[in-house]
Every structure is written in C-alpha cells, then in structure tokens.
C-alpha cells in the first residue's frame, strides 16, 4: 500500500479551505469554531458590499402631512471607515391628482434626496451618503418619476448630513400626500452597504 504524503503546503491550504467553508456556513459557526475572531469577522464585514435592510411590502399614506412609510435605525459603527457609507432607494406610486404628492429620503436629520409626483405615476429617490468623519458625511441624491423614472430630468441634491456615526441613525423613506390620506403606495426600501475603496 502506498503511504500519502502530507506536504505542510497542501495541510495548510486544507485548512484554509475548512476556514473558508465555515464561514460561507456564517461568522457564528466560524466563531464557534475559533477560526475568526470578531473582530476579524467584523473586518471582513467592512470590505463587502452588501444588503443593510430592504423591505418590498407596501406602506401607504394615513394622512396629508408628512410621513415616514419605511425606517431603518443603522446601527452605531456600521460605517466606520472614511470613504465607506449607504446607498439608498425608495420607490413608490401615487394616485391621479395634481397636487405635489412628494417622496424622499432622510439620513437622520438631514434629507439627502426628494421628488415631487404630480401625477398617477411611479417614484423615485435614491442618495449616497459617505463618511468623511466620525460626525461629517457627503450625500449626492437624485429623484425622478414616470414609468421608467426616466421620464424628465431628475431633481440632484447635494448635501452635508452631520450625523454621529458611533450611534444609532435613522434611514428614512418618507411621504407627503397634502390633499388626502393614500395617495402615495411605498413599494420599495433598499439600504445598501458601500466600502471603502482600499488602495
């Protein structure tokens, strides 16, 4: 019988691969296990882009002021690097009318993208907000409507939310129907993680 032969090149590459199958399995049997540390995990985490929070059930309008359809109370430290930050989008449709039925989005405080819908039509806003500092961030944001959010030129917003990333903040899709309660349907909430751009 032929006896194998373990180099410690192909040992390590095997393990490598138990390591790599653990966590594809998820971070708490790769803890469990003692292959990555948290903090490890959490590093990892960072430099993946991926899905923060999205809801595709609708939310509609109980009244004619201003609304939120869909929250998203981000985690202190979810953005922790500069450079890092969110995508977000939020759609919706409105009922006939010619009364400026609006959608936008708001990071904590600030608004970071809105669009007005005049019609019975589709909706949409969509911002990037990014990390300058612990408590200064970017935003560009754009919204637009018709049946392919292509219909006129979209409405950019440029802006400097100031919220503390250590804490907890607020990602909001919000509604105003002034003439009536549900003329706005929320369809769509996405809030997307953005990593940094490692050189």
Do not use: H
């Not at 469990?32 to 995990?41: D, N, P, S």
């Not at 595709?56 to 109370?73: D, Q």
């Not at 637009?144 to 219909?151: A, E």
């Amino acid at each position: 019988m032929r006896r194998l032969s373990w180099t410690v090149p192909t040992l390590g590459f095997l393990a490598m691969l138990a390591g790599l199958q653990l966590l594809l399995s998820g971070p708490a049997a790769a803890q469990r296990q003692g292959i990555y540390t948290t903090r490890a995990i959490k590093a990892l985490e960072r430099g993946i882009a991926r899905s923060l929070f999205v809801r595709v059930t609708t939310a509609t309008t109980v009244g004619t002021s201003e609304e939120v359809l869909y929250s998203y109370p981000m985690p202190g430290g979810t953005i922790a690097d500069a450079g890092a930050g969110i995508q977000v989008v939020c759609a919706g449709t409105a009922t006939s009318g010619a009364d400026a039925k609006r959608l936008s989005i708001f990071f904590g405080a600030t608004e970071v993208a809105a669009k007005t819908i005049d019609s019975a039509t589709a909706g949409q806003a969509e911002a990037t907000i990014l990390r300058i500092t612990s408590t200064t961030q970017t935003s560009r944001g754009r919204g637009g409507k018709g049946p392919n959010i292509g219909v006129e030129a979209p409405v950019i917003y440029v802006t400097s939310p100031a919220e503390t990333l250590t804490s907890a903040v607020n990602v909001q899709c919000r509604a105003t129907t002034p003439s009536g309660a549900g003329q706005i349907v929320g369809t769509l909430f996405l809030v997307t993680y953005v990593p940094p751009v490692v050189q």
